[in-house]
Structures are given as C-alpha cells and as structure tokens.
Nanobody, 115 residues
C-alpha cells in the first residue's frame, strides 16, 4: 500500500500549486480521501475531505474558497488545488485514505509560501 504526494514547492504569496496523491495497493475508489497539513510547531490539521462518491467536506475555514479537493478514480489519484496562497499556508501536506478502520498516510509534501 502506498500514497505518494507530489507537487510541493516554494511559491510566492498569491501563487497556486496543485498537490497530487497517487494511490496503489488498495481499492482507491472505495476510500474517502483527506488532505491534512502540519505547520512548523503545530498539530496536524484536517483541511478537506472527499468521499468515495465525490462528496466534499472542507473542515478548515481558512482554506475555504481558495483550496479545492478532487479525485480521479480512474487514475487512483486525489488532488488538492491551492490558489491565492498565503504565508500561513506553509506546511507539510499529507494525504490520507480511510475506509472504516483501514487508513493509510502519505509521506508528506512540503509547501512553502514565501517572497
């Protein structure tokens, strides 16, 4: 089982990035997918969820209207489109798959927003 994030980078404030999470080793289309982030010195926070059927929850108020979670079950991949990035979005971003008690984490992708 693997979840591999990609797309993390250094970006200027106001810029955009798209993170990808490629899944393998399990039936991706049966799992809800989530994105979390962990800023330096802070706890890991859930920021968005997309269910296996495509219903979307955004938990983190600070990303509403700027970030969009999506998935492509044919490609076994989840995405996080991040627009209008701010300094405070700097964090390691993790994808997470869950179905009942079964859950998997990716290794994380660093996003740094700095001028």
């Amino acid at each position: 089982v693997q979840l591999v994030e990609s797309g993390g980078a250094l970006v200027q404030p106001g810029g955009s990035l798209r993170l990808s999470c490629a899944a393998s080793g399990f039936n991706f289309s049966n799992y809800d997918m989530r994105w979390y982030r962990q800023a330096p010195g802070k706890e890991r926070v859930r920021i968005a969820t997309i269910t296996n059927t495509g219903f979307i929850y955004n938990y983190e108020d600070s990303v509403t209207g700027r970030f969009t979670i999506s998935r492509d079950n044919a490609k076994n991949t989840a995405y996080l489109q991040m627009n209008s990035l701010k300094h405070e979005d700097t964090a390691v971003y993790y994808c997470h798959a869950r179905r009942g008690t079964a859950m998997y984490w990716g290794q994380g992708a660093q996003v740094t927003v700095s001028s």
